[in-house]
T-cell receptor, first 113, second 113 residues
Framework: DVKVTQSSRYLVKRTGEKVFLECVQD?????MFWYRQDPGLGLRLIYF???????EKGDIPEGYSVSREKKERFSLILESASTNQTSMYLC????????????FGPGTRLTVT | KQEVTQIPAALSVPEGENLVLNCSFTDSAIYNLQWFRQDPGKGLTSLLL?????REQTSGRLNASLDKSSGRSTLYIAASQPGDSATYLCAVPMNNAGNMLTFGGGTRLMVKP
């Protein structure tokens, strides 16, 4: 079974703090993704990475950065957290095949106060 | 730009009913379509993936069909159970790359005992 894990289920941070969200997958997948999910707005892609040190912006990259130093790990960084970044953050991975089936982690509920 | 719509947004049915969830997309040039389930506060679980060359996929009581020409997919749930209560999301690749997904807004299903 594919397993995608995220470092925290719940996180509370203060405005202005630097926040790291970590995601690890154990299936040697090339692609990894970060989404945020908000009521009424659905799931939106923040960033995706198709290889170590490679990244592409998604729909809403502003205020976020990412790091992929190892194939299995993809980090989302909030340089200076703001209250409008309070959300559910979901990480996913997929192999680089024609099928592209994505597998999701359990999510991190981030609250910025 | 690919847009995905799911109808209805919410559905409440008595246990045992057969039901159909709908997903429509604007750009028919897709690699695949994926159906997910999400329980409240949790990540997404992949239910079925239909490749572009396929017309349907089945898993247990679930059957998903794909009609690329009309830009539609349906998820059929047979003999619904209270444990099926969840939000169901469909997703298609947002561009020719095939690996970044665009999600529908989801259908929130409640199956009453």
């Amino acid at each position: 079974d594919v397993k995608v894990t995220q470092s925290s289920r719940y996180l509370v941070k203060r405005t202005g703090e630097k926040v790291f969200l970590e995601c690890v997958q154990d299936m040697d997948h090339e692609n990894m993704f970060w989404y945020r999910q908000d009521p009424g707005l659905g799931l939106r892609l923040i960033y995706f990475s198709y290889d170590v040190k490679m990244k592409e912006k998604g729909d809403i990259p502003e205020g976020y950065s990412v790091s992929r130093e190892k194939k299995e790990r993809f980090s989302l960084i909030l340089e200076s957290a703001s209250t409008n970044q309070t959300s559910m953050y979901l990480c996913a991975s997929s192999p680089w095949t024609e099928i592209y089936e994505q597998y999701f982690g359990p999510g991190t509920r981030l609250t910025v106060t | 730009k690919q847009e995905v719509t799911q109808i209805p947004a919410a559905l409440s049915v008595p246990e045992g009913e057969n039901l159909v969830l709908n997903c429509s997309f604007t750009d028919s040039a897709i690699y695949n379509l994926q159906w997910f389930r999400q329980d409240p506060g949790k990540g997404l679980t992949s239910l079925l993936l239909i490749q572009s060359s396929q017309r349907e996929q089945t898993s247990g009581r679930l059957n998903a069909s794909l009609d690329k020409s009309s830009g539609r997919s349906t998820l059929y749930i047979a003999a619904s159970q209270p444990g099926d209560s969840a939000t169901y999301l469909c997703a298609v690749p947002m561009n020719n790359a095939g690996n970044m997904l665009t999600f529908g807004g989801g259908t929130r299903l409640m199956v009453k005992p």
